[in-house]
C-alpha cells in the first residue's frame, strides 16, 4: 500500500505572496519544491500545485527556446540568488535563536542574569551556541529587524 503523503503546509493566504516571491527570486521555486523531498532525494511531501505551476513555466521557457539556459530560465544570476536565499535563512535562524534566547533570559531573576541587558546576554549566548562573534549577531538582528 502506498504511503499518504502530507501537503507541504502553504495556508491560501500565503499562495499569492509566494507567487511575487517566485517573481522576484526564482531561486525560492527550486527551494520550495525542494521542501517537499528528503536529502536523499525522496519525496516526502505533496508539492502545491502553484509551486508545480511556477517551476513549468520557468522550464517552459527553456524547452520552448525562449531562453537558452536554465540560468536564464530562472532569472539569470542562479549563484547569486542562492546566495543572498541562503543569508536569508541564516539570518532568520539567527534571529530565532535570538528570540528564543530572550524569552529564556527573560524568564532568569535579575539577580542570575546580572546588570546586563536581556538583549545583550541573548546576543552573547546565541553568538556562542552558533559559533559568531556578538558583533554579527547585533549586525543580523539591526539589518533584519531595523533595530
Same mark, same amino acid.
Given at each position: 500500500?502506498?504511503?499518504?503523503?502530507?501537503?507541504?503546509?502553504?495556508?491560501?493566504? +500565503?499562495?499569492?505572496?509566494?507567487?511575487?516571491?517566485?517573481? @522576484?527570486?526564482?531561486?525560492?521555486?527550486?527551494?520550495?519544491?525542494?521542501?517537499?523531498?528528503?536529502?536523499?532525494?525522496?519525496?516526502? #511531501?505533496?508539492?502545491? #500545485?502553484?509551486?508545480?505551476?511556477?517551476?513549468?513555466? #520557468?522550464? /517552459?521557457?527553456?524547452?520552448? +527556446?525562449?531562453?537558452?539556459?536554465?540560468?536564464?530560465?530562472?532569472?539569470?544570476?542562479?549563484?547569486?540568488?542562492?546566495? #543572498? /536565499?541562503?543569508?536569508?535563512?541564516?539570518?532568520?535562524?539567527?534571529?530565532?535563536?535570538?528570540?528564543?534566547?530572550?524569552? +529564556?533570559?527573560?524568564?532568569?531573576?535579575?539577580?542570575?542574569?546580572?546588570?546586563?541587558?536581556?538583549?545583550?546576554?541573548?546576543?552573547?549566548?546565541?553568538?556562542?551556541?552558533? @559559533?559568531?562573534?556578538?558583533?554579527?549577531?547585533?549586525?543580523?538582528?539591526?539589518?533584519?529587524?531595523?533595530?
Amino acid at each position: 500500500m502506498a504511503e499518504e503523503m502530507e501537503p507541504l503546509l502553504v495556508f491560501a493566504h +500565503e499562495i499569492e505572496p509566494q507567487k511575487k516571491m517566485f517573481e @522576484g527570486s526564482p531561486v525560492t521555486i527550486i527551494s520550495t519544491y525542494l521542501q517537499c523531498f528528503r536529502s536523499d532525494g525522496t519525496q516526502a #511531501r505533496l508539492v502545491p #500545485r502553484h509551486v508545480l505551476e511556477a517551476l513549468a513555466q #520557468r522550464f /517552459l521557457l527553456l524547452m520552448d +527556446e525562449e531562453t537558452n539556459s536554465l540560468d536564464q530560465a530562472f532569472g539569470g544570476r542562479l549563484a547569486r540568488q542562492r546566495n #543572498r /536565499l541562503r543569508e536569508f535563512e541564516r539570518d532568520d535562524h539567527v534571529l530565532w535563536e535570538l528570540e528564543r534566547a530572550k524569552k +529564556e533570559v527573560e524568564a532568569e531573576t535579575p539577580a542570575e542574569r546580572g546588570a546586563v541587558t536581556t538583549y545583550e546576554i541573548a546576543v552573547e549566548r546565541v553568538a556562542d551556541k552558533l @559559533g559568531m562573534s556578538p558583533d554579527n549577531v547585533r549586525r543580523m538582528h539591526k539589518k533584519t529587524r531595523g533595530g
